[in-house]
């Protein structure tokens, strides 16, 4: 399920059902008309603080923008039903240690991100970026400065970036120094992930697995997405 559309769904019928245009709402959240547009039309995610003012101003819970899990309580209990007495103990004590998680959890420890996309560590991936899915995940654990969180697609960032491994990126335009780890779009070419620097002019593709050659293009045709939140020095 495309979760920022479900989302957009919800912002436009709560607004509506309030009688409030686009621009209104987008006042008294402080955000543009236009974002309020691509929201309710899925193609951009509000960022968590927009979904907590989204909240407040329509009075509903941050949990209202997000699908409920449908689960059939009869065929549970009749699962439980099936067990031994002993594996309905561990059942019940699992149960019980998650509903405890999560009610210590609070919604200010949570932070809502982009998920679910791909980037190659290796061949460009064809396509922009940009241009992906987007879904909204909730995770009581990401990085400061974390936007999104990617799945690596290949492997010439190995050992650092394992194949299939996860990585969060902070989205900025320009590496804060030579030999940083980036997304970068290539203009024709698709995304990767690569160290990035920069030379006369042109800027130079890296990987850390030696098997794969270095990749040169004028600095015009590479994009920056972001940097990789990881320890830069390993």
């Known amino acids: 399920m495309n979760l920022a559309k479900y989302a957009g769904n919800i912002i436009k019928k709560l607004r509506e059902e309030r009688g409030l245009t ?21 193609t951009r995610a509000p960022k968590q603080d927009t979904l907590f003012a989204l909240a407040n101003i329509f009075e509903v819970s941050i949990n209202n923008f997000f699908p409920k899990i449908n689960t059939n309580d009869d065929n549970i209990i009749s699962i439980y ?30 932070k ?4 679910n996309r791909s980037t190659a560590a290796g061949a460009p991936i064809d396509g922009d970026y940009e241009d992906a899915q987007q879904e909204i995940i909730v995770r009581s654990e990401v990085p400061r400065g974390a936007d999104e969180v990617i799945t690596i697609a290949g492997d010439s960032m190995e050992p650092l970036l394992m194949k299939g491994s996860q990585a969060f990126v902070h989205y900025q335009p320009t590496p804060d120094t030579d030999g940083q780890i980036v997304i970068v779009s290539i203009k024709g070419d698709g995304v990767t992930c690569k160290r990035v620097y920069r030379e006369d002019g042109n800027i130079r593709l890296k990987s850390i697995n030696e098997k794969y050659e270095d990749m040169v293009f004028p600095a015009e045709d590479i994009r920056i997405i972001g940097k990789i939140i990881i320890d830069q020095k390993k």
Request: aromatic fraction near 10%; proline fraction near 0%; hydrophobic fraction near 35%.
């Open 112 to 115: 809502y991100i982009v998920a």
């Open 22 to 42: 686009q621009t209104e709402l987008a006042e008294k959240i402080g955000v543009v008309k236009g974002a309020i547009a691509n929201y309710e039309a899925g």
């Open 81 to 110: 039903e099936k067990l031994e007495f002993l594996r309905q103990q561990k059942v019940y004590k699992f149960a019980e240690s998650q509903l405890e998680e999560q009610n210590s959890m609070s919604e200010s420890s949570r």
